[in-house]
T-cell receptor, first 113, second 114 residues
Framework: NAGVTQTPKFQVLKTGQSMTLQCAQD?????MYWYRQDPGMGLRLIYY???????DKGEVPNGYNVSRLNKREFSLRLESAAPSQTSVYFC????????????FGSGTRLTVV | GENVEQHPSTLSVQEGDSAVIKCTYS??????FPWYKQELGKRPQLIID?????GEKKDQRIAVTLNKTAKHFSLHITETQPEDSAVYFC?????????????FGSGTRLQVQP
């Protein structure tokens, strides 16, 4: 039982390049989330998916897109990376009843140069 | 939307002392308040949570208190140990409505000095 798996763990991009961060959970959770973590700013919500087939913007969605591929997988895409997107990205999932008890993935450290 | 403020940003205590971290929230409809611990280079992990029908909850050396009238909640760690050193985040949400995502505070770096 792996919980929430994120790939890759580290990535360096050049400005303007694109990439997709992958997230998969094996806990049969309905809801999944993408957060970014920057020093002194806590965890800020980028996008979330309350259930399969739905996605909603969070606090900082600009420059990102998401896809809820199926119940298990929720990907985050950067179409044209910018230095301001340098951050640690965490995927999380939660139980059927909503946002109780998040389980986080191990994170992706992304650097845009 | 919801806004969660957390204080202090850093906290240094001696081993065996108590530590208190405080958070305030803006949306009076919020009714779920978890606390997460994040060790260096690791993922955040849930350590305790409280729901709006409860004023206090304890789990061994950790306790959380909630004052809904004042819209603030606090984490209390007693008899601190070096392994308590980490960043702690508070959060708030309204889980059973369409507003299901947690809003996090900015974090408190706790350093326990041996």
């Amino acid at each position: 039982n792996a919980g929430v798996t994120q790939t890759p763990k580290f990535q360096v991009l050049k400005t303007g390049q694109s990439m997709t961060l992958q997230c998969a959970q094996d806990m049969n959770h309905n809801s999944m989330y993408w957060y970014r973590q920057d020093p002194g700013m806590g965890l800020r919500l980028i996008y979330y998916s309350a259930s399969e087939g739905t996605t909603d913007k969070g606090e900082v969605p600009n420059g990102y897109n998401v896809s809820r591929l199926n119940k298990r997988e929720f990907s985050l895409r950067l179409e044209s990376a910018a230095p301001s997107q340098t951050s640690v990205y965490f995927c999380a999932s939660s139980e059927n009843r909503g946002a109780y008890g998040y389980t986080f993935g191990s994170g992706t450290r992304l650097t845009v140069v | 939307g919801e806004n969660v403020e957390q204080h202090p940003s850093t906290l240094s205590v001696q081993e065996g002392d108590s530590a208190v971290i405080k958070c305030t929230y803006s949306d009076s409809a919020s009714n779920y308040f978890p606390w997460y611990k994040q060790e260096l280079g690791k993922r955040p992990q849930l350590i305790i949570d409280i729901r709006s029908n409860v004023g206090e909850k304890k789990d061994q050396r950790i306790a959380v208190t909630l004052n809904k009238t004042a819209k603030h909640f606090s984490l209390h760690i007693t008899e601190t140990q070096p392994e308590d050193s980490a960043v702690y985040f508070c959060a708030a949400s309204i889980p059973d409505t369409g507003r299901r995502a947690l809003t996090f505070g900015s974090g408190t770096r706790l350093q326990v000095q041996p």
